[in-house]
C-alpha cells in the first residue's frame, strides 16, 4: 500500500536554531502535500496545504516566514521550522492524498516530535 | 464549515468488553465521514470510512461504524475491546479547502483498555 514516511521521527534542537523534516511519499506520486500540526491531547490542526511546484496554502494564523514549506518534487515535502522556540514544540504529521484510494482518504506519515529547549 | 463533535475525551473499558465511541457531525449530511487511529507517537491510520453507499460502514481490527441520520452521529463500535486497541481514536469530516476536501479532525477520544 501507499506509505508516507517522515524522518526525523524525533528532533531536539536549541532555541533560534531551525529544523527541517522531510515528508517522502515511497511508492506513489503526491501533487498535494499536507501539514498538520497536534498539541499533546489535542487534535490535529492544518498547517498548511504542500503544493508541488508552487507555493504552499497557508491556514489562517499560521505564520509563513516561521514554517517554511517546499514541495520541490512530487515526492518530497519539507518543512523548515525557522528560528525555533519552546512553544513550537509539538508533534509534525504529514499526510498526502493517494489517487485512487477514494472518498478524499489522506495516508499520514508517523509523525515528526520537536522539542526546542 | 463542517464539524465533528467527539463525546468523551477518555473511554474506558474492560478487555472483552463493548467499546463505543461518539462521534456527531453538524448541519447538513457530509459526503463522507471518516475514523482514524492513533497509536502512541504516531501518524493517524484509517479505520473506516462512510460515503453515503451503507450506513453501516466496516473498518478494520473490527470496528464499525452507523451512520444515524436522525442522531447526526457516526458513532464507532467495537463488539469485544482487546488491549491492542488502547489509542488515541478521531473522527473527521471533509472541510472545503482550495476546491478539494480535507478531513477536519475532532478533538480525540482516548481509549483506554484494562485487563
Known amino acids: 500500500g501507499a506509505v508516507v514516511s517522515q524522518h526525523p521521527s524525533r528532533v531536539i534542537c536549541k532555541s533560534g536554531t531551525s529544523v527541517k523534516i522531510e515528508c517522502r511519499s515511497l511508492?506513489?506520486?503526491?501533487?498535494?502535500m499536507f501539514w498538520y500540526r497536534q498539541f499533546p491531547k489535542q487534535s490535529l490542526m492544518l498547517m498548511a496545504t504542500?503544493?508541488?511546484?508552487?507555493?504552499?496554502?497557508?491556514e489562517q494564523g499560521v505564520e509563513k516566514d516561521k514554517f517554511l514549506i517546499n514541495h520541490a518534487s512530487l515526492t518530497l515535502s519539507t518543512l523548515t521550522v525557522t528560528s525555533a522556540h519552546p512553544e513550537d514544540s509539538s508533534f509534525y504529521i504529514c499526510?498526502?492524498?493517494?489517487?485512487?484510494?477514494?472518498?478524499?482518504?489522506?495516508?499520514f506519515g508517523a509523525g515528526s516530535r520537536l522539542t526546542v529547549l | 464549515a463542517q464539524s465533528v463533535t467527539q463525546l468523551g475525551s477518555h473511554v474506558s473499558v474492560s478487555e472483552g468488553a463493548l467499546v463505543l465511541l461518539r462521534c456527531n457531525y453538524s448541519?447538513?449530511?457530509?459526503?463522507?465521514l471518516f475514523w482514524y487511529v492513533q497509536y502512541p507517537n504516531q501518524g493517524l491510520q484509517l479505520l473506516l470510512k462512510y460515503t453515503s453507499a451503507a450506513t453501516l460502514v466496516k473498518g478494520i481490527n473490527g470496528f464499525e461504524a452507523e451512520f444515524k441520520k436522525s442522531e447526526t452521529s457516526f458513532h464507532l463500535t467495537k463488539p469485544s475491546a482487546h488491549m491492542s486497541d488502547a489509542a488515541e481514536y478521531f473522527c473527521a469530516v471533509p472541510s472545503t479547502s482550495g476546491g478539494s476536501y480535507i478531513p477536519t479532525f475532532g478533538r480525540g477520544t482516548s481509549l483506554i483498555v484494562h485487563p
Open positions: 511508492d506513489f506520486q503526491a501533487t498535494t
Open positions: 499526510s498526502a492524498r493517494v489517487q485512487g484510494a477514494g472518498a478524499n482518504v489522506l495516508t
Open positions: 504542500s503544493n508541488e511546484g508552487s507555493k504552499a496554502t497557508y
Open positions: 448541519s447538513s449530511v457530509p459526503p463522507y
